[in-house]
C-alpha cells in the first residue's frame, strides 16, 4: 500500500512540490493550510545596508516595486530555493545557507549592517547584524472544510513550517480527523516537535529542502 502525499504549503510553492512529488512517482495532493500575499512596505536607504537577507522565496515573489530599489545589494538566501527565486529576479545571491537563519548568520560579524525580508510571522532572531526587519508578505491561515479535512485521513503530510505543523494538529481536531491516522513528514526536528504529539509516525529530512523532504515521506508512505 501507498499512502498519497498532502502538500500543505500555499501557492504557488504547492504546485512546485506537487510536480517533485509526482516526479519521484508517488501519488499527491495539494491542501494548503495558508494563503499569501503582500504587504505595504517602504524600502528603506539601501546605502545604510550591506546586504539582504532572504528566509523565504515569498519575500521575492511578493517584495513588489520596492525590491527594486535594493537590488543593488547582495543576497544571502537561507536555502536553495529561496537563492534560485532571488537570482530568477534579478539579484545577486552572495551565500546561501542550507539549515536555517541561525546557522545562515553564523558566519556573520556582528558590525554587518544586514537588512531581514521576510514574512509577518516568522522565527524571532537576536543575531547583532540583523539591523532591520520588514515584513513584506503575510501568510493568512485558511480554514479546511470538512471533507478537505477528511481527505488527510491515511495520508504522509509534508510540514515546510513550524506554523503549518501547528496548523495541521488545529484543523484535524476542529474537524475531529484522529492524529493518529496521519504521518508526519518534517523539514526539521523543530517542525516536527511543533506538530505536538498524536501521530501514527514522523520523519525528518536530512536537508531543509524538497528533495529532501519527499524522500523522508517516501519512507512513511510506502507500507511494507
Given at each position: 500500500?501507498?499512502r498519497?502525499?498532502?502538500?500543505?504549503?500555499?501557492?504557488?510553492?504547492?504546485?512546485?512540490?506537487l510536480?517533485?512529488v509526482?516526479?519521484?512517482?508517488?501519488?499527491?495532493?495539494?491542501?494548503?493550510?495558508?494563503?499569501?500575499?503582500?504587504?505595504?512596505?517602504?524600502?528603506?536607504?539601501?546605502?545604510?545596508?550591506?546586504?539582504?537577507?532572504?528566509?523565504?522565496?515569498?519575500?521575492?515573489?511578493?517584495?513588489?516595486?520596492?525590491?527594486?530599489?535594493?537590488?543593488?545589494?547582495?543576497?544571502?538566501?537561507?536555502?536553495?530555493?529561496?537563492?534560485?527565486?532571488?537570482?530568477?529576479?534579478?539579484?545577486?545571491?552572495a551565500?546561501?545557507?542550507?539549515?536555517?537563519?541561525?546557522?545562515?548568520?553564523?558566519?556573520?560579524?556582528?558590525?554587518?549592517?544586514?537588512?531581514?525580508?521576510?514574512?509577518?510571522?516568522?522565527?524571532?532572531?537576536?543575531?547583532?547584524?540583523?539591523?532591520?526587519?520588514?515584513?513584506?508578505?503575510?501568510s493568512?491561515?485558511?480554514?479546511?472544510?470538512?471533507?478537505?479535512?477528511?481527505?488527510?485521513?491515511?495520508?504522509?503530510?509534508?510540514?515546510?513550517?513550524?506554523?503549518?505543523?501547528?496548523?495541521?494538529?488545529?484543523?484535524?481536531?476542529?474537524?475531529?480527523?484522529?492524529?493518529?491516522?496521519?504521518?508526519?513528514?518534517?523539514?526539521?526536528?523543530?517542525?516536527?516537535?511543533?506538530?505536538?504529539?498524536?501521530?501514527?509516525?514522523?520523519?525528518?529530512?536530512?536537508?531543509?529542502?524538497?528533495?529532501?523532504?519527499?524522500?523522508?515521506?517516501?519512507?512513511?508512505?510506502?507500507?511494507?
Amino acid at each position: 500500500m501507498t499512502r498519497p502525499l498532502a502538500i500543505l504549503r500555499p501557492a504557488p510553492g504547492d504546485r512546485a512540490t506537487l510536480e517533485r512529488v509526482h516526479a519521484a512517482g508517488l501519488a499527491a495532493r495539494a491542501t494548503p493550510l495558508f494563503t499569501v500575499g503582500p504587504l505595504a512596505w517602504a524600502p528603506p536607504d539601501p546605502a545604510a545596508f550591506d546586504a539582504l537577507v532572504l528566509t523565504s522565496a515569498n519575500a521575492v515573489r511578493h517584495g513588489g516595486p520596492g525590491l527594486a530599489i535594493l537590488a543593488q545589494l547582495p543576497v544571502l538566501a537561507v536555502g536553495p530555493q529561496t537563492a534560485a527565486v532571488a537570482a530568477a529576479a534579478g539579484l545577486t545571491v552572495a551565500a546561501t545557507g542550507d539549515s536555517d537563519l541561525a546557522a545562515l548568520l553564523a558566519g556573520q560579524p556582528p558590525q554587518r549592517r544586514l537588512l531581514w525580508l521576510a514574512g509577518q510571522d516568522r522565527t524571532a532572531s537576536t543575531h547583532p547584524a540583523l539591523r532591520q526587519f520588514i515584513p513584506v508578505y503575510a501568510s493568512t491561515p485558511r480554514p479546511l472544510n470538512a471533507a478537505e479535512a477528511e481527505s488527510l485521513h491515511g495520508s504522509v503530510a509534508l510540514l515546510h513550517s513550524a506554523r503549518a505543523a501547528q496548523r495541521l494538529g488545529t484543523e484535524l481536531d476542529r474537524h475531529r480527523v484522529p492524529r493518529g491516522t496521519v504521518r508526519i513528514a518534517a523539514l526539521s526536528a523543530a517542525i516536527a516537535d511543533a506538530a505536538g504529539p498524536g501521530w501514527a509516525d514522523r520523519a525528518i529530512a536530512a536537508r531543509p529542502d524538497d528533495t529532501a523532504l519527499i524522500a523522508a515521506a517516501r519512507r512513511l508512505a510506502i507500507d511494507p
